[in-house]
């Protein structure tokens, strides 16, 4: 087998005939290899969904590396040895492609498809291949199902699998049930139709009564009706005099308000009062002049500051040594200072006397001309000395005054500098702000007068504009007085125009009618209610009639009972037939499962004897399956619920290994799987199925998946049964 398939990549496996051992850890791909083999050999379910707790195969065996899922099964069957190939061409049909050549050329086997292929090689239908010889460690019990039903069914009878007693059985239960089951069914349907039909004829005669009862009183009601809108006619004619008066009283009104209107607008023209829009434009403009003679002060405001400005930083600089100078002039200035203290020709002059004294004493009193010599140039050295140091100390002094003074002139032309620079900007804002307010003031003043001149067209006494702007109020009172005329005129043009169209045609010279008894409201009252008392008895009447014509004539009502009541009997002959025919059929399964649960059981307890080393005797089990074993010496069957749990897989693999023998065919013998079957036995019975399993090996190919090392130590050195060792990477 070569599958992509599940954690499966590319992955290949080969198998001997007889018994084959696989040993794997958890997790290596055993029970991948097993649902690989049958989907192979039976297909992939595509319309299988997945469910809460279960995924479709189709999901749970996607390649893990997403390629697209397929496979190869290399096999013989008899003397042929064939070629399966399955691939995916779309995705929602994995392993829907089949293929089967004949081994080694490109010929295809005859007759075998994707879809009858395992049934076809094996013999059996997937269903009763899993119920059998396909065996998992979560699966070892048996499940009921129809085709291993049929298969059963036909080695102890005819031979022909198209027989089910549990088909049989539910498709005779479907028509009981179709008949009757609890309340829903065939005659519980037909009963209610009948008494349905029997409750509408009692129904008939009430209807008929509460028709005529309903009938009688919307006869009455409307003769009351008529009475009542002949009251209110009355009131139309006495309500139409009074429209006529009202509408006499609308045109005297409205001729009185177009008059006033017409008063206003000559008045206006005659004083050329202007119109609303000049009005708002002039009263906009002198709004607008407020705004600028606010700018025009702030302007000036600003001004007076920043002439402050300027002053101050005059005044500044004029208190400076350098007032009059340029900052580059004022650098250049001279730097007045004491001149610079020189060695003083009157100590040379001194030394020299004393040189010439002391030398002169000497020689006279000694007689020595060379130490007079000698002492007259030490002392005017000393002299000389004593002068040079003073004057030295002196020029230090000069020195340090200098570089003071230049240090304190050079902060002095800074702050000097500094000022210049601060009254240059004082004096350029003074008269940048001067040119603002004068620019502002004009535009004001050529702004005022010329709207000024404008509203003195007029408005002849408009000379500032305080009275100008009450002028212009004046004028749009009067220009609003005018307005609310003509709307008054206009309304009372429209009331009268509406009141004209509705005003009902003049009588002539008739007298007005006498004013009702009752007011509209009361009437109006009435007549409602007796309205909808009418509407209801003519709808309850009409519902009537509806009701009597919706449950139909008597006469086919009769009829239609008695139809139904010849059907309900002969349905019950029916439901009384199929009773007796699922009695008998059930008879004949007991019957059947008598013949074929003894030869199962023995066969069974022949395995489970050998599995247990003899410790159990019988096996028997009911058509369901249901499973009960015997011990040795001992007469009492005990169900498997209380056997331990490996004893019950014990037993269990016991009567799926007897299923085999006797479901599967004898030729051609279909390969038993067991997908980690031993797990749960003990040392000792997992060594008597290995031994049974090897004997049977002798007959079909057997393949073991375990994730144990005991079953390939114990055939070890064993030629006759195949062991593999599988890793995490194979």
């Known amino acids: 087998m070569t599958a992509t398939f599940g954690k499966l990549q590319n992955r290949t496996l080969e198998l001997k005939d007889g018994l084959n051992i696989i040993e794997a850890p958890n997790e290596t791909g055993k029970s991948t290899w097993c649902a690989f083999l049958l989907a192979m050999l039976y297909g992939i379910n595509s319309r299988e969904r997945d469910k809460a707790g279960f995924i479709a195969d189709k999901n749970r065996y996607a390649p893990w590396s997403g390629a697209a899922m397929s496979g190869r099964l290399d096999c013989r069957v008899g003397a042929d040895e064939l070629s399966l190939t399955r691939t995916t061409r779309r995705q929602t049909a994995p392993m829907g492609d089949f293929q089967a050549l004949y081994a080694g050329t490109g010929d295809s086997f005859p007759g075998l498809t994707g879809q009858n292929c395992g049934e076809a090689l094996l013999g059996v239908s997937r269903e009763v291949y899993e119920r059998s010889a396909f065996i998992r460690q979560s699966g070892m019990t048996i499940t009921q199902d129809a085709g291993l039903e049929r298969r059963i069914a036909a080695l102890i009878t005819s031979g022909e699998e198209d027989t089910s007693y549990t088909e049989a059985a539910d498709a005779l239960k479907k028509q009981l049930n179709r008949r009757r089951h609890n309340k829903t069914g065939q005659i519980p349907t037909l009963e209610g139709e009948l008494l349905d039909i029997r409750r509408q004829l009692s129904e008939l005669d009430a209807l008929e009564a509460q028709l005529q009862s309903a009938r009688h009183q919307s006869e009455a009601l409307s003769l009351r009706e008529h009475e009542l809108m002949a009251e209110l006619s009355l009131h139309d004619r006495w309500e139409a005099a009074r429209e006529q008066q009202a509408l006499s009283e609308a045109e005297a009104a409205a001729a009185q308000a177009e008059q006033t209107a017409e008063d206003l607008r000559r008045r206006i023209q005659e004083d050329r009062i202007p119109e609303n829009e000049t009005i708002g434009r002039l009263r906009g403009a002198l709004v607008n002049l407020e705004t600028t003679r606010k700018s025009v002060n702030k302007a000036r405001s600003e001004r007076d500051e920043a002439v ?45 006397l004393c040189g010439a004294g002391l030398g002169a004493v000497l020689w006279f009193a000694l007689k020595n001309p060379l130490l007079a010599v000698v002492a007259g140039c030490a002392l005017f050295g000393v002299v000389a000395l004593a002068a040079g140091l003073s004057t030295s100390k002196k020029q230090s002094s000069w020195e340090a005054l200098a570089a003071e003074a230049r240090q304190r002139r050079n902060e002095e032309l800074s702050a000097y500098t500094a000022l210049y620079r601060a009254n240059q900007e004082a004096r350029a804002e003074a008269d940048r702000r001067s040119a603002t307010a004068e620019a502002l003031y004009n535009t004001l003043s050529s702004n005022e007068q ?157 395995i489970f004897s050998v599995l247990t080393d003899g410790k159990y005797s019988g096996v028997v089990l009911d058509r369901a399956f249901h499973l009960s074993a015997e011990q040795a010496g001992d007469s009492v069957y005990r169900p498997s619920a209380l056997l331990s749990a490996g004893a019950a897989d014990q037993l269990y693999l016991a009567v799926r290994l007897a299923i085999c023998d006797l479901v599967l065919p004898g030729e051609d013998r279909a390969p038993i799987v067991l997908d980690d079957a031993l797990a749960s036995f003990d040392n000792d019975r997992c060594a008597a199925a290995l031994r049974w399993l090897k004997e049977e090996g002798k007959r079909r190919q057997i393949l073991l998946f375990t994730c144990h090392n005991r079953e390939a130590a114990f055939f070890a050195g064993d030629e006759e049964v195949s062991v593999q060792r599988l890793t995490a990477d194979v």
């Not at 930083?313 to 200035?333: D, I, R, Y």
């Not at 609310?484 to 002539?508: C, I, N, S, V």
């Not at 009773?579 to 066969?603: H, I, K, V, Y």
């Open 308 to 352: 402050k400005v300027l002053l101050r930083a005059e005044a500044a600089v004029n208190e400076t040594p350098f007032t009059g100078l340029t900052p580059e002039q004022a650098e250049k200035s001279p730097l007045d200072l004491d001149p610079k203290p020189r060695f003083p020709l009157w100590a040379f002059l001194l030394a020299i």
């Open 450 to 606: 010329a709207i000024l001149l404008e509203i003195r067209r007029f408005a002849p006494d408009a000379f500032d504009s305080s009275t100008a702007d009450s002028l212009l109020r004046g004028c749009a009172v009067r220009r609003q007085e005018l307005t609310k005329a003509e709307a008054a005129a206009r309304e009372a043009r429209m009331r009268l125009d509406l009141m004209t169209q509705k005003a009902p045609a003049p009588t002539g010279g008739s007298a007005p009618p006498e004013p009702p008894a009752r007011s509209r409201e009361a009437i109006t009252a009435e007549l409602a209610a007796v309205q909808a008392d009418l509407s209801a008895a003519r709808s309850a009447a009409d519902r009537l009639a509806g009701q009597l014509h919706a449950i139909g004539d008597p006469v086919v009502l009769r009829s239609e009972a008695a139809r139904l009541e010849e059907e309900i009997a002969a349905l019950e002959g029916e439901y009384a037939a199929i009773r007796l025919a699922m009695d008998t059929l059930e008879g004949a399964n007991t019957t059947l499962q008598n013949r074929f649960s003894p030869e199962l059981g023995r066969r069974a307890a022949e």
